[in-house]
């Protein structure tokens, strides 16, 4: 299976900062890596497909880079309704694997 | 408007069974591979099954192979999730999820709310 850590598991932003969290596949999974937010009790939301694509109405302030390994997900110019958990997750083989999550909190 | 609802979970003994459903709408269902998702109680989230568009092709985490069983209903346009020989560790909010496919990738896109299934004596 292939394993998906992210860094760090908890951040303390505030609003109006540019953040960035990172995941790394246990083995190449080329750019087959989606990021998930799920705000506190909420369904998740997907935010980008093949490591750098945003999805249809995904504000412009999510970016993603990477491939191979190493990923990357920045949000700049926080506001509130950005402080939730961040998944990444890779759908290059089954089983289907997902990170870890990282708690993006006011600071 | 892409809208997937899930059916109330419920709570079941060790060792039962309960059936998950999942309401399509607002998009061509019988065209779209779709997925189980599940998070236990303040935990992170795991792919639990997928289906692809005519029900042939099944994938299972090992955790439930044998023991769950996915499939669908293109004609009512509905996700199904037979679960069978229910663990505790079983226990966790269900997510149906929609998969969009490009011509080299397939990912999710759309989730539903989700549905609690607590299995516990």
């Known amino acids: 299976d292939i394993q998906m850590t992210q860094s760090p598991s908890s951040l303390s932003a505030s609003v109006g900062d540019r953040v960035t969290i990172t995941c790394r596949a246990s083995q190449d999974i080329t750019n087959n890596l989606a990021w998930i937010q799920q705000r506190p009790g909420k369904a998740p939301t997907s935010l980008i497909y093949d490591a750098s694509t945003l999805l249809s109405g995904v504000p412009s302030k999510f970016s993603g880079s990477g491939s191979g390994t190493d990923f990357a997900l920045t949000i700049s110019s926080l506001q509130p309704e950005d402080f939730a958990t961040y998944y990444c997750?890779?759908?290059?083989?089954?089983?289907?694997?997902f990170g870890q999550g990282t708690k993006l909190e006011i600071k | 408007e892409v809208q997937l609802v899930e059916s109330a979970g419920g709570l079941v003994q060790p060792g039962g069974s309960l059936r998950l459903s999942c309401a399509a709408s607002g998009f061509t269902f019988s065209s779209h591979w779709m997925s189980w998702v599940r998070q236990a109680p303040g935990k992170g989230l795991e792919w639990v099954a997928n289906v692809n568009q005519d029900g042939t092709k099944k994938y299972y985490v090992d955790s439930v192979e044998g023991r769950f069983t996915i499939s669908r209903d293109n004609a009512k346009n509905a996700l199904y999730l037979q679960m069978n020989s229910l663990r505790a560790e079983d226990t966790a909010v269900y997510f149906c999820?929609?998969?969009?496919?490009?011509?080299?990738?397939?990912?999710?896109?759309?989730w539903g709310q989700g549905t609690l299934v607590t299995v516990s004596s």
């Open positions: 997750h890779q759908y290059n083989s089954y089983p289907y694997t």
């Open positions: 999820a929609r998969i969009f496919c490009t011509r080299t990738d397939c990912f999710y896109d759309h």
